[in-house]
Every structure is written in structure tokens, then in C-alpha cells.
């Protein structure tokens, strides 16, 4: 399997723009999960989906975030319009859902807002 | 709520040396517990885990034990290796969704040779 595939593998853009965040989880996963990392704060949950349902968003840091799932084997995370506050390292991860809690990360997107 | 607290970094040794870095964590119910750990540039990858009280995770070397009485999940190695220099993360599923990870701050390991 390819596991988890995050596209792009780094983004720079300017304060103001949208960006658009992508990923493909496991096939055959049923949540799939956007965390952000900085080093400030550490490892934080943005949002996760449970069937291509958001679950919890109680992690997205404001109006500005946004993330959909339109089906098994895609989700977007949107920023519009970006901050140079919201660099980071952007992961998504996908499990089985259920009981089986095991998550499998992606290679993550590292975003530079300038 | 649910919570996860790992001991300080960096944590640095010598190749060879005996590795403990400390977890403990707060929840309700019975989670299961995990070890995650990220290489430079990569993004987690699960490590061990257990899913029940006194079980022992296992992997490369790594193992941790569930202590519900001490409500901790300590990673140990008996001689760590230059290649095992990453951050480790102590997670733990969530109490009212197996599918949520709660994770712990990471520690950073430095191991020189």
C-alpha cells in the first residue's frame, strides 16, 4: 500500500493567500484525521472525519480554517486567506476507525506563509 | 479531560545506553495506549502500543507496560542506537471515540555516538 499520500510536500505563499492542502488516506480507512505542528505548540488535532463526516472541528483554530472530505479517498484542508501565523507542518492521518485506533500518518506539508 | 504527559526534552545519550522516558496520563475508562515516534522529516509512525492494563508493548527493541495502578506507560530500551534519535510521542485513545488519539508533547532523543 502507498500509505497516507499528502500533496504539495511544501507550499510558500504570501500573507492573504488561499491554500489548499491535500490528502489521500489508506484505501479502506474510515477516519481520517489534519493535525498541525509547530514547535511553539506541539502536536495539535485540527479536525477529524469519521466516514467522510466531520466528527470534531473543535480543534480548527478559527473562520479562516476550513476541511472538507466530498468522498473515501480525498479530503482538502483550506486556509483563506493565510497568515504567517499558520506556518507549519500540516499532517493528515487515516485509520481503520472503530476499534482500531492505530494511526497512520502522512509525510505532512510544510507551509511557509511569508 | 483526557490527558497525556510525557517527561521533558531533549533527552540525549550515548549509543549503548539505557533509554526510560516517562508517560503518564489521566482518563476515564480504559484506553489504549501508544507509542508514536517521528524521524526527521517524516511524520509519526506508531511504535508499540497496549490495550489493556499490565499488557507490554513491543517493537525494534522498545517495549512499555500499562500500569493502571501508576497510571503509566514508560518507554524503555536496553542500548539505544544513533539511529533511534527522534521525537517520541505518548498517545492515547480517547475516551468517548477509540477513533481520537490524545497525544503527549513529544520528547526529543539525541543519541551520540
Known amino acids: 500500500d502507498a500509505g497516507v499520500i499528502q500533496s504539495p510536500r511544501h507550499e510558500v505563499t504570501e500573507m492573504g493567500q488561499e491554500v489548499t492542502l491535500r490528502c489521500k488516506p489508506i484505501?479502506?480507512?474510515?477516519?481520517l484525521f489534519w493535525y498541525r505542528q509547530t514547535m511553539m505548540r506541539g502536536l495539535e488535532l485540527l479536525i477529524y472525519f469519521n466516514n467522510n463526516v466531520p466528527i470534531d472541528d473543535s480543534g480548527m483554530p478559527e473562520d479562516r480554517f476550513s476541511a472538507k472530505m466530498p468522498n473515501a479517498s480525498f479530503s482538502t484542508l483550506k486556509i483563506q486567506p493565510s497568515e504567517p501565523r499558520d506556518s507549519a507542518v500540516y499532517f493528515c492521518?487515516?485509520?481503520?476507525?472503530?476499534?482500531?485506533?492505530?494511526?497512520?500518518f502522512g509525510p505532512g506539508t510544510r507551509l511557509l506563509v511569508l | 479531560g483526557d490527558s497525556v504527559t510525557q517527561m521533558e526534552g531533549p533527552v540525549t545519550l550515548s549509543e549503548e545506553a539505557f533509554l526510560t522516558i516517562n508517560c503518564t496520563y489521566t482518563a476515564t475508562g480504559y484506553p489504549s495506549l501508544f507509542w508514536y515516534v517521528q524521524y526527521p522529516g517524516e511524520g509519526l509512525q506508531l511504535l508499540l502500543k497496549?490495550?489493556?492494563?499490565?499488557d507490554k508493548g513491543s517493537n525494534k527493541g522498545f517495549e512499555a507496560t500499562y500500569r493502571k495502578e501508576t497510571t503509566s506507560f514508560h518507554l524503555e530500551k536496553g542500548s539505544v542506537q544513533v539511529s533511534d534519535s527522534a521525537v517520541y510521542f505518548c498517545a492515547l485513545s480517547g475516551a468517548h471515540s477509540a477513533s481520537k488519539i490524545i497525544f503527549g508533547s513529544g520528547t526529543r532523543l539525541s543519541i551520540r555516538p
Open positions: 492521518a487515516s485509520s481503520l476507525g472503530g476499534d482500531q485506533e492505530t494511526q497512520y
Open positions: 497496549a490495550t489493556k492494563a499490565d
Open positions: 484505501s479502506g480507512h474510515n477516519s
